[in-house]
């Protein structure tokens, strides 16, 4: 089993990033999968999440309208479209999934995730 980010970078604040998650070892149309973020000295913290086991997508408050999570089944990979990035944006991103579907009070908890990414930096200079 891997998850395996890429894309991430140092741009300037109000730019754009795409990550990319791709998995290997299970099939992302069974999971619930996200993405989660962990800036230097704060706890680990959930961006966004496609349930595809209930159905349903989630973001975190500070994404909505600015980031856009998706999962291409056929390519057994997730991505993150990121815009007009603010410097409270930089973090190490992570991709996580789980067999178990999620719900809008718990799909931000990391410890319902059981597989993760090993992360990939995102900065955003002012």
């Known amino acids: 089993v891997q998850l395996v980010e890429s894309g991430g970078g140092l741009v300037q604040a109000g730019g754009s990033l795409r990550l990319t998650c791709v998995v290997s070892?299970?099939?992302?149309?069974?999971?619930?999968v996200a993405w989660f973020r962990q800036a230097a000295g704060k706890e680990r913290e959930g961006v966004s999440c496609?349930?595809?086991?209930?159905?349903?997508?989630y973001y975190t408050d500070s994404a909505k309208g600015r980031f856009t999570a998706s999962a291409d089944n056929a390519k057994n990979s997730m991505t993150l479209e990121m815009s007009a990035l603010k410097p409270e944006d930089t973090a190490i991103y992570y991709c996580a999934a789980d067999r178990m579907g999620k719900y809008e009070t718990t799909w931000n908890l990391p410890f319902l995730y059981n597989k993760w990414g090993q992360g990939t930096q995102v900065t955003v200079s002012s």
């Open positions: 070892g299970f099939s992302v149309e069974d999971y619930s």
């Open positions: 496609i349930d595809q086991v209930n159905g349903g997508t």
